[in-house]
């Protein structure tokens, strides 16, 4: 009963999740870190559907992990940078602003859709209730 | 009584939107899933075919992929056509839902007289 829902709020929750990883990585695109240390690495989300039941029907989507990227970064020369090794490197994240920007709007969009889905399904269900109501 | 052709056949239906319903649900929530293959529901020429047995309780719900060409990431979801069927879906089953009520209520006059 009601699996419809369900189903959507498994992408939310997907989703949700993707657009907090962006916003993590954003949030940390300038952070600089001494070259003796990792860069911040940016997150992604690993995905995978719910396997289908016996008549077929999917559950929705999981999430499997955040693999995170590289913690080599950039090696950037700033000798006034005060974690500035001796040659005046430092590492910021390589991380890619318009790559970012773009997973953003993608996940922005599913989310919205799968809000969507959760209003059909909910006026679905609704009308299955009110069978034989007021006869 | 209640288990008159009409009333089966529209049971039937109702129960096939429900299960479109839900493989669409799982589709969108899988639109960004790479390497999901998204699944269509039919069950309309199968119930077609129960009618006209005369048991519409026969009729099969089958859920197939789309056979869509998949993207670069090997999914195949296309967000339009879904978020267009989730609509028509709810539609079509308000619709059968107020004439099972229909039905309903005609038995309902019967029986209050």
């Known amino acids: 009963m009601f699996d419809a829902i369900d189903t959507s709020g498994t992408g939310m929750t997907a989703y949700r999740t993707w657009l907090d990883v962006i916003a993590n990585n954003?949030?940390?695109?300038?952070?600089v870190s001494p070259t003796s240390g990792p860069a911040f690495q940016a997150q992604y989300v690993q995905v995978q559907p719910i396997a289908a039941g016996p008549?077929?029907?999917?559950?929705?989507v999981t999430e499997t992990?955040?693999?995170?990227?590289?913690?080599?970064?950039?090696?950037?020369?700033d000798p006034?940078?005060?974690?500035?090794?001796?040659?005046?490197?430092?590492r910021r994240p390589d991380i890619d602003m318009s790559q970012q920007m773009g997973n953003l709007i993608m996940a922005q969009r599913a989310?919205?859709?799968n809000a969507n889905v959760v209003e059909r399904s909910t006026d679905i269900y609704k009308s299955a209730i009110d069978i034989g109501k007021g006869i | 009584m209640l288990d008159d052709i009409a009333s089966l056949s529209l049971q039937a239906a109702i129960s096939g939107l429900s299960t479109r319903q839900q493989v669409t649900a799982n589709n969108i929530a899988n639109?960004?899933?790479p390497g999901f293959t998204a699944d269509t529901v039919s069950f309309e020429s199968s119930l077609a075919e129960a009618v006209g047995a005369g048991d519409p309780t026969s009729a099969a719900i089958s859920v197939t992929p789309t056979g869509d060409q998949p993207g670069v990431?090997?999914?195949n979801v296309n967000l339009d056509s879904e978020v267009v069927t989730a609509t028509k879906t709810g539609l079509q089953e308000q619709l059968l839902t107020?004439?099972?009520?229909?039905?309903y209520g005609l038995i309902s006059t019967v029986l209050k007289g």
């Open chain 1, 26 to 31: 954003i949030a940390n695109v300038n952070d």
């Open chain 1, 55 to 60: 008549d077929g029907v999917g559950h929705g």
């Open chain 1, 65 to 77: 992990g955040l693999p995170a990227s590289s913690a080599k970064g950039i090696l950037e020369y």
């Open chain 1, 80 to 90: 006034n940078d005060p974690l500035a090794d001796a040659k005046g490197y430092v």
């Open chain 1, 111 to 113: 989310f919205e859709a």
């Open chain 2, 31 to 33: 639109v960004e899933t």
């Open chain 2, 73 to 75: 990431n090997g999914n």
């Open chain 2, 98 to 103: 107020g004439a099972l009520t229909s039905t």
